[in-house]
């Protein structure tokens, strides 16, 4: 496994973990799974263009 697939399965567990529909993270809002789109986004994008 490359790099960039397994920094890609992390951030979308990170993605899921963070979801407001867990008892333990309903109060934080939609701020953590927001920033973890973000990243998850970026890396996707550095995946399809050969950086990682």
């Known amino acids: ?3 960039g697939t397994v920094l890609l399965i ?3 567990l990170l993605l ?3 979801l407001p ?3 333990h993270s309903r109060n934080w ?3 953590p799974g927001g920033v ?3 990243l998850l986004i970026v890396v996707l ?3 399809v263009s050969g950086r990682i």
């Open 21 to 23: 529909t867990w008892r």
């Open 1 to 3: 496994m490359t790099l």
């Open 29 to 31: 809002g939609y701020a």
């Open 36 to 38: 973890l789109g973000v």
């Open 16 to 18: 899921i973990g963070a």
């Open 10 to 12: 992390l951030l979308i």
């Open 45 to 47: 994008i550095l995946l």
